[in-house]
């Protein structure tokens, strides 16, 4: 069964410096991975979506995909103290409506 | 944007008592989902819909039922509630925008507790 977790737990950057977040896992026939920002209390937002080795870009978030390395990461450029919240990585296999969530990692913006 | 409207938003529930969610979306999404989010475990898939009439099982349906009477609603239904299906549940919709990828569109989230 697909494994999927997520590094580092929790992360602290100052705004406006880098944030990357990983996501690891097992099955490398997946082909569908997705990253999900939640603020507390509230639902799932989906930042960004990517289907083939390489980068995909989405804003201020973009994702790299290494499926070799079953590692997928996201990097949020300049972020603020609003992009404060739990981020979420999914992976199913196309065609395969059955998602695997990481456990997340909660990220802290300071001004 | 679609919308996914989950109720209630908080419940508490009484153990062996019966407990219902419920989910409606507005959008004429084919695909439905539930989930439960629990520290250290992401969010889990129970239950799943196709479409009307249909339901699926998830990786931890034991203790779940589903129901899906019409293309907008998808209950999950607790028979005998245990006080470890205390928990955050989330309901998802989903759109195909090409045959390789889906889009989930959630709800805010079910605080369940039950004592």
């Known amino acids: 069964q697909q494994k999927v977790q997520q590094s580092p737990e929790s992360l602290t950057v100052s705004e406006g410096a880098m944030a990357s977040l990983n996501c690891t896992f097992s099955?490398?026939?997946?082909?569908?991975f997705r990253w999900y920002r939640q603020h507390s209390g509230k639902g799932l937002e989906m930042l960004v979506s990517i289907f083939s080795d390489g980068e995909k870009e989405e804003g201020r978030f973009t994702a790299h995909l290494n499926r070799a390395s079953l590692h997928v990461s996201l990097h949020i450029r300049e972020p603020q103290p609003s992009d404060s919240a739990v981020y979420l990585c999914?992976?199913?296999?196309?065609?395969?409506?059955?998602?695997?969530f990481g456990a997340g990692t909660r990220l802290k913006v300071i001004a | 944007e679609a919308a996914v409207t989950q109720s209630p938003r908080n419940k508490v529930a009484v153990t062996g008592g019966k407990v219902t969610l419920s989910c409606n979306q507005t959008n004429n999404h084919n695909n439905m989902y539930w989930y439960r989010q629990d520290t250290g475990h992401g969010l889990r898939l129970i239950h799943y819909s196709y479409g009307a009439g249909s339901t699926e099982k998830g990786d931890i349906p034991d203790g779940y039922k589903a129901s899906r009477p019409s293309q907008e609603n998808f209950s999950l239904i607790l028979e005998l509630a245990t006080p470890s299906q205390t928990s955050v549940y989330f309901c998802?919709?989903?759109?195909?925008?090409?045959?390789?990828?889906?889009?989930?569109?959630f709800g805010h989230g079910t605080k369940l507790s039950v004592l």
């Open positions: 998802a919709s989903g759109v195909i925008r090409d045959i390789s990828n889906e889009r989930l569109f």
């Open positions: 999914a992976v199913s296999m196309k065609g395969n409506y059955k998602y695997v």
């Open positions: 099955d490398g026939t997946s082909d569908n």
